[in-house]
C-alpha cells in the first residue's frame, strides 16, 4: 500500500562525520519536504522540493543538503556544518489531495555523539 | 512575529468529555489554509482536518471540528468524546497561498492527554 517511508528510525553518530537520511514515497507526489523537531518546537523546515531535479532551501537550511534525481526519493545529508544536529526530522510529500495535504513518513531520530 | 501560536502546552480532558485546543495565527495573505495535525508518540504526523480561509462553514470531520473566526485569526481544534487514543500532541498549521509554494508554517504544539 502507498505511503512514505524513512530509514532508519534510530540513527547515532559520531560528531563531525555526515549522516545521509533517508526518505521514499509510492504516492506519485510531486513535491516534497523535510523537517526538523527539537523537544517543545513546532516542525521547521529544512528544503523542500516540487519537482525533480529541483529543490529550494526552507527556514534552516544551513549545515543541510538534499537531492532530487528521483520523484520517489528526497534524501537528506546533515553535515558535520550542522552546529546542533540531534533532533528528530520527518519527511513529507505531497500530491493532488483534496486540500493538498501533507502525508508525513514515520520519521528518523538522529543524535550525534 | 510567529505564525503560528498555540498557547497551551498541555491539556488534560476526562474520557467522553469535549476539549478545545487553541490556535492563532498571523498573516496578510487574504487566501490561506488552516491544518491541524495528531502527533502520537510513535512521532508520525497525521492530518485531522482543514479549513480554507473563504469558507463559510466551520470544518467538521467526526469528532474533529474547526472553530474558525476568521476575525479573531483562530482556528481552535474541538475534540468531541474524547477517547483514550486521542493523548496525543496536536499541531496547527499555516499554508500561505500568495507564496505559491505550498509550505506549512506549524505552531509549537499542545499535548493533549485523556484522563481514564
Known amino acids: 500500500d502507498g505511503g512514505i517511508t524513512q530509514s532508519p528510525k534510530y540513527l547515532f553518530r559520531k560528531e563531525g562525520q555526515n549522516v545521509t537520511l533517508s526518505c521514499e514515497q509510492n504516492l506519485n507526489h510531486d513535491a516534497m519536504y523535510w523537517y526538523r523537531q527539537d523537544p517543545g518546537q513546532g516542525l521547521r523546515l529544512i528544503y523542500y522540493?516540487?519537482?525533480?531535479?529541483?529543490?529550494q532551501k526552507g527556514d534552516i537550511a544551513e549545515g543541510y543538503s538534499v537531492s532530487r534525481e528521483k520523484k520517489e526519493s528526497f534524501p537528506l545529508t546533515v553535515t558535520s556544518a550542522q552546529k546542533n544536529p540531534t533532533a528528530f526530522y520527518l519527511c513529507?510529500?505531497?500530491?493532488?489531495?483534496?486540500?493538498?495535504?501533507?502525508?508525513f513518513g514515520p520519521g528518523t531520530r538522529l543524535t550525534v555523539l | 512575529a510567529q505564525k503560528i501560536t498555540q498557547t497551551q502546552p498541555g491539556m488534560f480532558v476526562q474520557e467522553k468529555e469535549a476539549v478545545t485546543l487553541d490556535c492563532t495565527y498571523d498573516?496578510?495573505?487574504?487566501?490561506?489554509?488552516l491544518f491541524w495535525y495528531k502527533q502520537p508518540s510513535s512521532g508520525e504526523m497525521i492530518f485531522l482536518i482543514y479549513q480554507g480561509s473563504y469558507d463559510q462553514q466551520n470544518a467538521t470531520e467526526g469528532r474533529y471540528s474547526l472553530n474558525f473566526q476568521k476575525a479573531r485569526k483562530s482556528a481552535n481544534l474541538v475534540i468531541s468524546a474524547s477517547q483514550l487514543g486521542d493523548s496525543a500532541m496536536y499541531f496547527c498549521a499555516m499554508r500561505e497561498h500568495q507564496t505559491g509554494a505550498n509550505n506549512l508554517f506549524f505552531g509549537t504544539g499542545t499535548r493533549l492527554t485523556v484522563i481514564p
Open positions: 522540493s516540487q519537482i525533480v531535479n529541483d529543490f
Open positions: 498573516t496578510s495573505d487574504p487566501s490561506y489554509g
Open positions: 513529507a510529500s505531497r500530491g493532488q489531495a483534496l486540500y493538498n495535504e501533507q502525508f
